[in-house]
């Protein structure tokens, strides 16, 4: 039974965001190096070859941030907490200027009325535990177990619901398999220790937290339909979903990874990785669940890769899958993701029979390349993004649909607040309902950000 989670008879709201893809600072008040600042700097890694290292500057401009959360009417504000600015050296000492930053923001945050939602990982290892190993050693889940505890004994008595990790699936498979995501690693197979990793610590992490009082700990995942095309090889499909789905899904409800995810992953089976009482740990130990979606899965047609040519990415994400084309259908997103918002309503319906947990939407939202700015008189300069508008009413429509068929849905909160570093497509892709001047940081609501507040405003 969760305390503090969203629990009125109406779909609470809020707007999210990351602390690498917002805060800058890399270097100010004690923050260490973390992996996302050492693979930026790699060429190539980034589409413009740009870095975290300015971003949105939220570190120093949060109170416009939690000012425009304010104004919109969101209930919640969904942020990160950076492991690299609390605990530089990643087991170490703890920066206290670095947690002060998060005293500011969530004090702030509750002055304004807006209840603070924290996770403790959206990627930013701090690059010295990636230089002793990173996801691939047990080590980084315990360390990460010890940092939770710091930043819960600091801000759990004002920051209630708490989620583990972000996509995790990222942080694994982009991140160790495919390379495109830090630390850029292409480990094949061994990806699978990561995933491993990170569950054990999130569940080593929420047994202290909960021991602690905490009784709102939960784990965001990207979770996708998977939606195999007439011509794909059923094997192939199956591992997919095992990889993007099951792998979590599975340690978290059943306290297994299934024989169908053993085939592809099978260094999964390994007893020097997953350890006696390992899948105990983490069978049961999340009180809710983000789901993040954007898009569906399509596996297709199988693609053997011609000798000497590397994989596609997206298939070096799935290692021990035979290769297949995704296909997307239209429409598409500016970063090529089709709209597909029916996908959010089955699978909040899937995940909710599958984990009886309470859930939230804890990202949705879309990249539009809209960099028009125009003067409304009487309302300043707006940003016109109708079709960024549209995605998020379908997709808000759907997680009622999803509701109203019994899917315990709490909250939706849209990803983003602020256009800002989106990762390996640097400053490339605009997924905010506020637009950021890359010249000067400054914040302008796009016309999404004006119809969510309406609609919130009543
Ligand atoms: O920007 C990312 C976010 O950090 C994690 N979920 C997907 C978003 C869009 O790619």
């Known amino acids: 039974m969760t305390l503090h989670l969203p629990a009125g008879p109406a779909l609470s709201f809020g707007a999210a965001s990351a602390s690498y893809q917002i805060e800058g600072a890399i270097a100010e008040d004690g923050r260490g190096p973390s992996i996302w600042d050492t693979f930026t700097q790699v060429p190539g890694a980034t589409k413009d070859g740009k870095d975290g290292s300015l971003a ?13 959360v304010a104004e919109l ?47 403790f990982y959206h990627w930013d290892l701090p690059q010295i535990l990636e230089d002793r190993g990173g996801w691939l050693v047990r080590d980084t889940a315990y360390a990460f177990a010890d940092y939770a505890m710091v930043v819960h004994e600091h801000l759990g008595d004002r920051v209630k619901v708490w989620a583990t990790h972000n996509e995790p699936w990222c942080a694994a498979y982009l991140g160790y398999a495919a390379g495109i995501h830090a630390p850029g690693r292409r480990e094949g197979g061994d990806a699978h220790r990561a995933a491993h990793h990170l569950l054990l610590g999130h569940g080593l992490a929420a047994e202290r937290l909960h021991a602690a009082g905490c009784q709102d700990v939960g784990i965001v995942l990207n979770l996708a339909p998977v939606w195999p095309e007439a011509e794909v090889d059923p094997a192939a499909a199956d591992g997919i979903d ?38 105990d740990l983490i069978r049961g130990s999340a009180d809710w669940m983000g789901v993040n979606y954007y898009t569906p899965v399509r596996p297709g047609p199988a693609q053997p890769t011609p000798a000497g040519e590397t994989r596609h990415p997206e298939t070096d994400a799935y290692p021990g899958v035979e290769p297949v084309t ?9 970063i090529g993701w089709e709209v597909d918002a029916y996908g959010l309503e089955e699978l909040l319906l899937d995940t909710h029979k599958r984990t009886g947990l309470p859930l939230m939407v804890t990202e949705n939202g879309a990249a539009y390349d809209d960099a028009l700015v125009v003067e409304v008189p009487g309302v300043g300069r707006i940003v016109q993004d109708e079709d960024r508008r549209s995605y998020l009413e379908t997709h ?17 909160i849209v990803w983003t607040l602020l256009d800002n570093f989106e990762w390996a497509e640097g400053y490339t892709k605009y997924f905010g309902i506020v637009h950021v001047d890359p010249q000067n940081q400054q914040r302008t609501p796009k016309a999404s950000y004006r119809w969510l507040q309406e609609r919130l405003r009543g």
């Open 56 to 68: 949105c500057d939220s570190y120093h401009r949060y109170r416009e941030d939690v000012d425009l």
């Open 73 to 119: 009417g969101a209930d919640l504000y969904r942020f990160s907490v950076a492991w690299p600015r609390v605990i530089p050296t990643g087991d170490g000492a703890v920066e206290p200027r670095g947690l002060a930053y998060y005293d500011r923001l969530v004090d702030a945050l509750l002055e304004r009325g807006v209840t603070p939602t924290g996770t």
């Open 242 to 279: 095992a990889i993007r789905n099951r792998v979590w899904l599975g340690p978290l409800v059943d306290g297994a990874y299934d024989a169908g995810l053993l085939r592809v992953a099978p260094v999964l089976a390994e007893a020097d990785l997953v350890r006696p009482g390992d899948l």
């Open 326 to 334: 995704f296909v997307v259908r239209e429409p598409r997103t500016d």
């Open 396 to 412: 808000i429509a759907a997680t009622e649909r999803a509701r109203e068929a019994g899917a315990d849905v709490r909250g939706y």
